[in-house]
Structure formats: structure tokens, C-alpha cells
């Protein structure tokens, strides 16, 4: 490869020597795009008509009175196809699958989410489809499941380990060193061995490019705080990197505080010490770990952020002090995504509810002069049976019953 894909001591590629060749194939292809302008042409004209870029940026009016500081903005990437930020990530990544004249893209999903958007992009590219996904996970994600399966992807419910998200990742890697020629693996997220991290925050960094210019156009100046919730971290990517040059804007990342402070509780890495620096999953980066390297247990309210490791590149700028990291709990999530539906009427998924959670805290210390840009990830469509049970609604309880009643009497 032509880079070695460090950020700080973080990054690199630690890969089976079968898939050098695969990797230098994948390096090649999107260094050439990157220098390529027809290619981020071709990008954000695919990205104007399938999936509603540029994506609005909205003045959250009625929260900002409610808190009585800082102006709140939220940049609206539940807007785009599938209803998340990912769609911008498989979108690029199809583009490229097509440069390197492949023909079929594989991938692995947690709670379903990138697998949906996976093969919905094979769909409108005509590419042979397989996600990989955990026994357990197939079980209780059916409406993601379905989707995928009705755009023609065949979902594979991987049986081994723990039957969930690493476990599935290990199968992809598996299916990729077996059928590399025809094959591009769809990582979701600024992770994994280079050049991931660097290729997904760089087809991310539309939003931050398209939120800063709007800023400006819409305000005449920048935002004083950006805040991104971080999962694997491609989110926070995408739009803080419109800003990393303007030393005048704090950038804030928001991880999953669960139930709160202790091992096991939350997937906290770089916010709380309870994370140390090691190489799995092909690269070296802070993991929620023991002593013996083995991966510890996390818990999220929301799946989307219920992950061990996190972005090299977001690790070294932990590091560097470019960017803080804060930590929200599933109550002050559930109770910040409320606030946004009653006051907004928006409908922030529960990853991206970490965001605005941590922003709600800070926004009423802050001037009424400064603006803060909050990244509405996603929505939460997909998380009405989590919030459902999360604020216990009665009346959603007696729907399903209801419904699996008919089922049984059917
Ligand atoms: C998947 C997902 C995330 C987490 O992924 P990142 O790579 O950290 O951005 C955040 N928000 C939403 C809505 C998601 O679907």
C-alpha cells in the first residue's frame, strides 16, 4: 500500500497477507477517486437524486427559547435514503465497486441498519448481494431483515461465537479472502484496517462541507460547537470534517453512557479510562477490552452505538485535544429524543439522541450570540419498539398483542 494509514499511533492495517493485494487493489481505487473532481461530481449528483442532498440545515426555534442560550441548528441527515447518514457511505462505495469493475459487495450489520442500506445501494447498482449478520441479531431485527430480503440480498445468520455483530465480521472476512476478484466488503463505519477509516470519513465529509457553507449562508458565521454522536464514529467524521481548520469551532463527540459509570455498562472508549489501546478487527485503536485483550461486554440503549471500538482517527484526535468527548445514558437520551419530537416535531434516532443530549446540556450556559450545530444522524423509525418499551406505552403494548393474537388465530 501506498500509505500505512496511521493517525498518531492509531489506524494501520493488520490483515491476512491473502488480502494484500485486495487491500492495494481498494487503496489504489480510492486515492485515484479522491483525486479524481468527476468522481465527487458523480457522487454528490447520485447523492442530489436518490437521496435528498444537500440535506437541509433546520433552526431548531422552539428548543433554543426552551433552553434560553446558544442558537441550536441540526443538520438533517435523517433526511437522506433509508433514513441515516449511511446511505452516504454505500452510496460512495458503490461508486467505487463499479470503478474496480466488481460485481458483487458483501457486508456485516449489527442491529440491521447498514445491511439495509447495503442492499438497497446493490439494488439500484445491480450488484449480487450477501450480509452477514449474527444468528441472535437476525432474530430480533425482523423488520430489517425483511427489507434486506425483499431487495434481493441473501442475509446469512451466522451461528458462531456469540451469534452477533463480531462474530459476523469475522464471516464477511472469511467470504472476502474466498472470493476477493468479484468481491468489495462494505465496512459501515470509519473503521477497520486502512484505508477504511480514511475512505468512509472522506465520502462523510459531505455533510460537514455542505453544513458549513449553509452555516455561513444561512447565518454569516460559524458555529462556536459542532456535536456528533460516536458509534464506530463515521457521523462525527463526516461532519466535523468541514471544520477541523477553523480552530474558532469545538467539536464534540457523544458516546454511549448506557446505564452509567462501569464495566459493562456503557460503550464509552474514549470519554472514561475504562478503554486501553490494542489491534483487533485489523487495527490498533482504543478497545473496551480486559486485561487479556478480550472484548468486554457494552451496553447501549441504542444499538447503533453498542460497539467496543471506535475510529482510529477520532482516537487521535482524542489525543491531540481536537476533539472532546462526552458521554450521555440511555435516560438523558430517551429524555432528550422526547423533547426534540414534542418540540420540534423532528424524530432524532436514539444514536443520534446523544448528540442532542449533550448539547441540551451545554446549549443553556452558552450566549445567546453563539450557535451550536447539532448532526441529526438519523431517524427513529426504526426504534419505535425500543422508545415504545423505553416510556412504557401502554397503548403500543396492547397493539402488539393485538397483532400477535391475529397471528396466532391466523
Ligand atoms: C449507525 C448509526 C450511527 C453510528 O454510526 P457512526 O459510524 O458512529 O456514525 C449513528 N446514528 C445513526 C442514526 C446510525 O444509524
Given at each position: 500500500m501506498k500509505y500505512s494509514g496511521y493517525h498518531g499511533r492509531f489506524g494501520g492495517a493488520f490483515i491476512p497477507e491473502i488480502l494484500v493485494p485486495t487491500f492495494d487493489e481498494l487503496e489504489a481505487a480510492y486515492l485515484e477517486a479522491k483525486a479524481d473532481p468527476a468522481f465527487w461530481q458523480e457522487y454528490e449528483q447520485l447523492m442530489s437524486t436518490y437521496s435528498c442532498r444537500a440535506t437541509p440545515i433546520t433552526y431548531a426555534e422552539n428548543l433554543t427559547k426552551y433552553f434560553g442560550g446558544a442558537q441550536i441548528y441540526i443538520k438533517r441527515e435523517d433526511l437522506n435514503h433509508t433514513g441515516a447518514h449511511k446511505a452516504n457511505n454505500v452510496m460512495g462505495q458503490g461508486l467505487l465497486t463499479k470503478r474496480m469493475g466488481k460485481k458483487r459487495v458483501i457486508a456485516e450489520t449489527g442491529a440491521g441498519q447498514h445491511g439495509v442500506a447495503t442492499a438497497t445501494m446493490a439494488a439500484k447498482f445491480g450488484f449480487d448481494c450477501t450480509i452477514y449478520m449474527g444468528a441472535v441479531d437476525v432474530a430480533r431485527q425482523r423488520p430489517n431483515v425483511f427489507w434486506m430480503e425483499q431487495m434481493g440480498a441473501t442475509v446469512v445468520a451466522v451461528e458462531d461465537g456469540s451469534a452477533t455483530l463480531k462474530d459476523a465480521i469475522n464471516e464477511a472476512f472469511r467470504d472476502w479472502v474466498t472470493n476477493m476478484d468479484d468481491t468489495h466488503y462494505v465496512l459501515g463505519?470509519?473503521?477497520?484496517?486502512?484505508p477504511f477509516p480514511d475512505m468512509v470519513s472522506w465520502l462523510q465529509s459531505i455533510i460537514g462541507k455542505e453544513a458549513r457553507e449553509q452555516m455561513l449562508e444561512r447565518t454569516g458565521q460559524l458555529p462556536s460547537r459542532c456535536y456528533a454522536c460516536v458509534g464506530g464514529g463515521s457521523n462525527a467524521m463526516g461532519l466535523f470534517g468541514g471544520f477541523?481548520?477553523?480552530?474558532?469551532v469545538q467539536l464534540v463527540g457523544v458516546e454511549a453512557g448506557g446505564h452509567?459509570?462501569?464495566?459493562?455498562q456503557h460503550a464509552v472508549r474514549?470519554?472514561?479510562?475504562?478503554a486501553t489501546v490494542g489491534v483487533a478487527q485489523g487495527y490498533k485503536t482504543y478497545f473496551l477490552?480486559?486485561?487479556?485483550g478480550q472484548m468486554q461486554e457494552t451496553h447501549s440503549v441504542s444499538a447503533g452505538l453498542d460497539y467496543v471500538g471506535v475510529s482510529p482517527i477520532l482516537a487521535a484526535l482524542h489525543e491531540s485535544k481536537r476533539v472532546r468527548f462526552e458521554a450521555a445514558t440511555d435516560a438523558e437520551v430517551v429524555e432528550a429524543m422526547q423533547l426534540t419530537v414534542r418540540k420540534e416535531g423532528l424524530i432524532p434516532a436514539l444514536e443520534t439522541s446523544h448528540g442532542f443530549a449533550q448539547a441540551f446540556k451545554e446549549a443553556p450556559e452558552m450566549s445567546k450570540d453563539e450557535i451550536i450545530l447539532i448532526n441529526?444522524?438519523?431517524?427513529?423509525d426504526k426504534d419505535i419498539f425500543t422508545v415504545a418499551d423505553a416510556i412504557d406505552d401502554p397503548k403500543w403494548k396492547e397493539f402488539i398483542i393485538r397483532k400477535a393474537e391475529e397471528y396466532k388465530r391466523a
Open positions: 463505519t470509519a473503521c477497520g484496517p486502512y477541523f481548520e477553523d480552530e474558532s452509567g459509570r462501569g464495566i459493562g474514549l470519554a472514561y479510562d475504562d477490552q480486559n486485561t487479556d441529526q444522524s438519523g431517524r427513529a
